[in-house]
């Protein structure tokens, strides 16, 4: 695929009637963006989503998750949890995966004011938001990543947690295994070549102080070393090391190499 231009879609999951898309508008947060959307194709232009949730992820976190998955954890946690459903009459399994997360009263906008009136919430409340992984109905779909919200309540460390029975709104998306992998590992992918290139850009262009999105500030000078001077590779010739010493006990000690010729 030919990219023409920076895209902040790094994958996408389609369901029937929704989506799942990861976006790296704020990696330099080191933070994932989940977004979930349900959507109606029968509906006017401009018009068509019917809800727009986004879940958000640390990389730590997110890296965690794809631990789980590849390692086999969440799969056979997703089967027992299936059996244990079966076994106790239960329609819907449980969910193995689930993270809180929300946005303050305090820090609400005139959007986040609407939405809750729309569905009639406590304008005083919070918006609680929770990310889950259940098991599948379908053998050929065991994942189900969806995403809620509804009115919550912060507690005094900060933490807002739900206090609904249903959700305002809810976006489920199955996935196949395949497309759980693929999900994942894509992501890494991306995380990976992110901190790559930020190491890079720091040992090149090295900056006094760097806010690494905890609010903690680093000293450069005093907590990293600075980029090292580019190196001429020693030359081996016969069986002499590069600081002159011989090297014992080699096969091939009688015998001349051809000095290796270097190009910069």
Excluded at 47 to 64: G, R
Excluded at 163 to 168: A, H, L, W
Excluded at 170 to 193: D, G, Y
Aim: cysteine-free; overall charge positive.
């Amino acid at each position: 695929m030919q990219r023409k231009e920076f895209d902040p879609q790094i994958i996408r999951i389609d369901g029937r009637d929704s989506f799942l898309e990861v976006t790296n508008g704020m990696f330099h947060l080191e933070v994932i963006v989940l977004r979930f959307i349900k959507y109606d194709n029968k509906a006017s232009k401009g018009n068509k989503y019917v809800h727009d949730i986004s879940i958000f992820l640390t990389f730590a976190e997110f890296l965690e998750l794809k631990n789980d998955v590849m390692s086999g954890r969440m799969p056979k946690e997703l089967l027992n949890s299936k059996k244990a459903a079966q076994a106790a009459g239960h329609q819907y399994p449980k969910a193995v995966y689930n993270t809180l997360g929300g946005k303050s009263v305090k820090k609400f906008n005139d959007n986040d004011r609407k939405l809750m009136q729309k569905y009639g919430n406590d304008p005083k409340m919070s918006i609680s938001r929770q990310f889950k992984i259940a098991p599948g109905q379908k053998d050929d779909y065991p994942f189900v990543l969806s995403a809620e919200w509804g009115i919550g309540e912060q507690t005094q460390k900060g933490i807002i947690v739900p206090r609904y029975k249903k959700p305002s709104e809810i976006v489920r998306v199955p996935m196949s295994a395949s497309s759980m992998k693929q999900l994942v590992l894509t992501v890494e992918s991306h995380i990976n070549a992110f901190n790559a290139a930020y190491y890079m850009m720091e040992l090149m262009n090295p900056t006094p102080k760097k806010d690494f999105g905890n609010n903690k500030s680093y000293n450069h000078q005093n907590n990293s070393m600075p980029p090292m001077p580019p190196q001429m590779p020693p030359q081996m010739t016969n069986n002499v090391g590069p600081n002159g010493t011989p090297y014992p006990n080699t096969p091939y000690a009688n015998q001349s190499f051809p000095t290796p010729q270097y190009t910069y």
